[in-house]
């Protein structure tokens, strides 16, 4: 005889809104009728055990929560910079899929953290350094000097576009820091659940030994820029945490995330070749452009040096502000974030995965002191196949 059980009708509202569905999305998905569902959600009808680990699995919520007497409360796990204005609600209730990408991250950095402590290494460099008196510029110069990058130079301006400098960047910021970058902008490797802009931009997760950094993936090219030199500056100073670039409530932010805003517009729009570029007279508009362009940044970062500079008033500032917003919500940046993409699957993966991280992994299950199963999870894969693929395009 089938096991019947009463699942509280709370907690399945509760699941049905985690997952972000609607009455007819979940149904759909349990492959049953609304009505149907509505019998559960009502606490008319029972589940089977096999109903309910189904619901688990479509709402993306752990078997055993499904079973408590009134619904969990869930808050980040890390702490959260994120500014949104009229709708600071919306930072108590952190999406499923915001959650499951913090705490994939974690899983990762805590295992790599764990096998570079086994193998000797020690902490990195910067990590040791005390930043607590250090001032904007200070800050800057030094991460500049930590990227080997020109005094005076903005960090993405050695790039041919903006697509060019976020992939260098990429690459070049973990290489010469050995942070863990990582982009993405699904849930793992699961197209069906894109992470969501309007949330948050990245976070950092800090650690002396395996500092991480995650952009979201699904931005344009130009914030995603921003991200990671905003991120870059909470690892510098120890600090890590979630993130969200908004120009229109960056006036909001608490004194570190000012401070990291700060320091993010000294790296990618350094204030003296800045002044020395603008020519007073001239439309502000075009110089913005022109400047963004050179510099591989949005207009609004730009725009917000001018601000800063008193180049341009306060008014000015915020009727560009509300015509680059319409411009996005028009879908012109959800354009310029799509660009670049497809390709090569395994040059993508290794962006999500980060190259070194994944290495580690390789050699650690071919050397047989990580499980295969714990690697095919480590690197968000199912198949030995897949494994193997990533092995061979690592040279192993």
């Not at 189904?54 to 929560?65: I, Q, R, S, V």
């Not at 000797?120 to 005390?130: E, H, I, K, M, S």
């Not at 690892?235 to 229109?248: C, H, Q, R, W």
Request: glycine share 8%.
């Amino acid at each position: 005889m089938t096991q019947q059980m009463l699942i509280n009708p709370e907690i399945v509202d509760w699941a049905q809104a985690r997952a972000g569905l609607t009455v007819d999305g979940l149904a759909k998905k349990m492959g049953v009728g609304p009505d149907r569902l509505m019998q559960w959600k009502t606490g008319r009808e029972a589940m089977t055990f096999k109903q309910v680990k189904k619901l688990a699995e479509k709402t993306y919520t752990p078997l055993g929560y499904l079973f408590a007497e009134k619904p969990p409360e869930e808050s980040l796990p890390v702490p959260d910079f994120r500014t949104f204005g009229d709708r600071d609600s919306a930072r108590a209730n952190p999406s499923v899929d915001l959650l499951d990408t913090i705490y994939g991250m974690q899983r990762r950095q805590n295992w790599f953290r764990d096998y570079l402590v086994e193998i000797g290494a020690a902490p990195l460099p910067f990590t040791q350094r005390d930043t607590r008196r250090q001032n904007v510029p200070e800050v800057a110069a030094s991460i500049r000097e930590l990227l080997q990058v020109e005094k005076n130079q903005g960090i993405a301006e050695p790039f041919s576009g903006r697509e060019a400098a976020m992939r260098g960047l990429l690459e070049s910021v973990g290489d010469k820091t050995g942070i863990l970058i990582m982009r993405n902008g699904v849930v793992g490797n699961n197209t069906s659940r894109p992470l969501n802009v309007k949330e948050f931009r990245g976070f950092a997760l800090y650690d002396e030994y395996a500092p991480l950094i995650f952009i979201n993936g699904k931005d344009a090219k130009a914030a995603q820029i921003f991200t990671l030199a905003h991120e870059l500056a909470h690892i510098y100073l120890g600090e890590g945490g979630v993130s969200n670039l908004d120009f229109g409530t960056m006036d909001k932010a608490d004194k570190l995330e000012k401070f990291c805003n700060a320091v993010t517009a000294e790296l990618l729009v350094p204030v003296k070749p800045f002044l020395l570029r603008w020519e007073k007279g001239k439309t502000p508009g075009r110089q913005i452009a022109a400047i963004g362009k050179k510099l591989n940044v949005s207009g609004l970062v730009v725009a917000r040096c001018a601000l800063d500079n008193k180049l341009v008033s306060r008014d000015w500032y915020w009727d560009f502000y509300k015509a680059q917003e319409k411009r996005s919500r028009e879908g012109a940046d959800a354009a310029d974030s799509k660009k670049g993409g497809g390709g090569n699957f395994y040059a993508a993966y290794f962006h999500r995965a980060n190259r070194r991280f994944a290495a580690a992994v390789v050699v650690s299950a071919l050397e047989g002191r990580l499980s295969y199963r714990d690697a095919h999870n480590l690197l968000g894969v199912r198949k030995t196949e897949t494994f193997n693929k990533i092995a061979k395009q690592l040279g192993y």
